[in-house]
């Protein structure tokens, strides 16, 4: 499936999440890379270095913009700074998507800075699809939500993830980043066959994907972006690319991080998939 | 359960500080035991209770916050030692939780909140003060509003009395009672060396720093902190000098500013116009003055 209203009707390949040890390397080198993905909150600042190496990269790489504290599941109003410093950041970087997580991290203005799990009920589905509509209005550009990694469920659930998810998506009409990463640490946490998950997702929908690392502990699983993609994740990419078609990937490794061209190396591995997709849809 | 109340009830138990061995304390915000709260919201699974369950976000909030105050301010660190920085840390998260949607600000609050707490900097209180401002000056500093730098036809038509010159929003002024920006250098410069060294050498120079911090004596400075090329720079000036700037960002007219900044000075008479003029000629060549 080729891109869509959810994406900016964007043709995007393959991209890596643009880190601080990597500026450098790309400033200098100016390596091929089809687009980066910045996270937002870094750069909405009101000046200094970080806005002058995002100036660079804008002159010679495509950008999409992704956040992390926007807290669509929050049972509060958008924080009017942030959706300030939001758009002026949209308007920078021309981002044809943006996207964040269906999760929750505020509450009462205090911010946790991490990103916790919804409850999968019915009220809380009306109030993120209503907070996801408030945010696209106002930044005027299409929306994905982010499916995330969860440690956690809740008594008061009435639904399963992905039903929460697709819900949320209809009542919102937005798009959404398919963590296929994220799926996997979820259902090894929670003991669901992800492949369920990946069926039910609404294909026409799927603006990006995400793939990741994560560490495996003795009991449960925490998604950390710190080491290479594990074959089931790739099994799992590979079945939800078969579903939405040639979608824009990003891999995201954000600790210990490694060269650019590691990095870079390992995202590419996601072309073994899409290539398929784009010689299966020639035939 | 509604939305709200779920998160209300979740937030307090995931804020609520670690035990010493950084794990979920057994007791819950409410005073009951921490396992029954869990159970109220908290699904369990074959292999962990509603209580290990809630664990794993109480133990990633401490860390990620922590982790963002070790980085921002290491040389409140060196000055306290790590194990009572980490402890300060956390009451202070637990006074002041964030309230901003970035981790940037989270030091925001911190000396003030000091200033209010004595007891975790105790005889050293004067000089963490002044860390802490100068390390939260660096920040505002690194990332501050750069706007127009001033131009001789800004200037035109004005008259000395009316004339008020605006500082760029990134240069932070400080008057500091310890020279701080030293040891704040010597510092960073440890831990970037420290990213390659044995333990043992670790171990010595950690060592050196506690050294450098027991011997800093009160010497009061004057700070200008501002960056050149992206890159934040400490540039001490005189006390004339900060009166001066001090004035400017007050608002204050160019030759009121001037004049306040004179009133106490020792310069000789014969030599306060030159200095004045070698300041101003420094401010511009730095790009201080920006345009109204």
Not at chain 1, 71 to 83: D, Q, T, V, W
Not at chain 2, 37 to 64: C, G, H, M
Request: charged share 25%; proline share 5%.
């Amino acid at each position: 499936m080729p891109a869509n209203r959810f994406n900016g009707f964007s043709e995007y390949g393959i991209g890596i999440g643009l880190r601080a040890p990597h500026y450098n390397h790309i400033l200098t080198r100016k390596p091929v890379c089809d687009w980066f993905e910045i996270i937002s909150e870094n750069f909405m600042i009101d000046g200094g270095r970080p806005l002058h190496i995002l100036d660079q990269i804008l002159e010679q790489y495509k950008v999409v913009q992704h956040g992390v504290s926007m807290y669509f599941g929050s049972a509060e109003k958008p924080n009017r700074e942030h959706l300030r410093r939001l758009r002026e950041l949209v308007k920078r970087t021309r981002t044809p998507w943006l996207s964040d997580h269906l999760c929750w991290g505020s509450v009462d203005g205090r911010y946790t800075h991490d990103l916790l799990p919804m409850p999968y009920t019915f009220e809380a589905a009306k109030i993120t699809a209503q907070k996801i509509g408030e945010v696209r209005d106002f930044l005027e550009v299409p929306v994905a939500v982010e499916n995330v990694s969860s440690y956690a469920e809740f008594h008061v659930s009435e639904m399963t993830e992905w039903e929460f998810l697709n819900e949320v998506v209809e009542r919102a009409d937005c798009g959404i980043l398919l963590d296929v990463n994220n799926i996997y640490v979820s259902s090894q946490n929670h003991n669901f066959n992800p492949f369920d998950y990946i069926n039910s997702v609404p294909a026409e929908r799927v603006a990006q994907i995400h793939i990741a690392g994560h560490s495996k502990y003795r009991k449960y699983i925490l998604d950390t972006h710190d080491h290479p993609v594990i074959d089931p994740v790739w099994k799992l990419y590979e079945r939800a690319i078969r579903r939405v078609g040639h979608t824009a990937t990003l891999l995201e490794w954000d600790d210990s991080i490694p060269s650019f061209q590691e990095v870079h190396d390992e995202a590419l591995k996601a072309n073994r998939f899409l290539s398929s997709t784009l010689l299966a849809a020639a035939v | 359960m509604k939305l709200k109340t779920l998160q209300r009830t979740m937030a307090r138990a995931v804020m609520q500080p670690l035990t010493r061995s950084e794990r979920m304390r057994q007791t819950a915000p409410n005073g009951k035991p921490m396992r029954s709260y869990a159970a109220r919201f908290v699904k369990p699974n074959d292999r962990l209770t509603s209580f290990e369950r809630l664990e794993i976000y109480n133990r990633q909030y401490w860390f990620r916050l922590l982790s963002s105050m070790i980085e921002d301010f290491p040389g409140l660190r060196a000055a306290l030692g790590g194990r009572r920085f980490e402890e300060m840390c956390k009451a202070y998260i637990t006074d002041c939780p964030s309230r901003s949607f970035t981790l940037r600000n989270l030091g925001a609050r911190l000396e003030s909140w000091l200033r209010k707490h004595p007891k975790w900097a105790g005889a050293k209180q004067a000089l963490a003060l002044d860390i802490a401002r100068l390390e939260w000056a660096d920040i505002e500093a690194f990332d501050g509003k750069a706007v127009p730098a001033l131009r001789p036809e800004h200037l035109a038509g004005t008259t000395e009395a009316r004339l008020r010159l605006k500082l760029q929003p990134y240069v932070q002024l400080l008057s500091l009672k310890y020279p701080v920006d030293d040891l704040l250098l010597e510092v960073r410069k440890d831990d970037e060396d420290t990213d390659f060294a044995s333990n043992a050498f670790q171990e010595k120079r950690k060592r050196k720093r506690v050294q450098a911090v027991a011997k800093l004596k009160p010497a009061p400075i004057f700070l200008a902190v501002h960056r050149i090329d992206y890159s934040v720079y400490f540039r001490r000036i005189e006390p004339e000098e900060f009166a001066i700037l001090s004035a400017l960002r007050a608002g204050e007219p160019l030759g009121k500013a001037v004049g306040a900044g004179l009133r106490k000075t020792a310069i000789p008479l014969d030599q306060r116009a030159a200095s004045v003029q070698q300041w101003f000629q420094n401010w511009a060549a730095l790009g201080w003055f920006c345009h109204l």
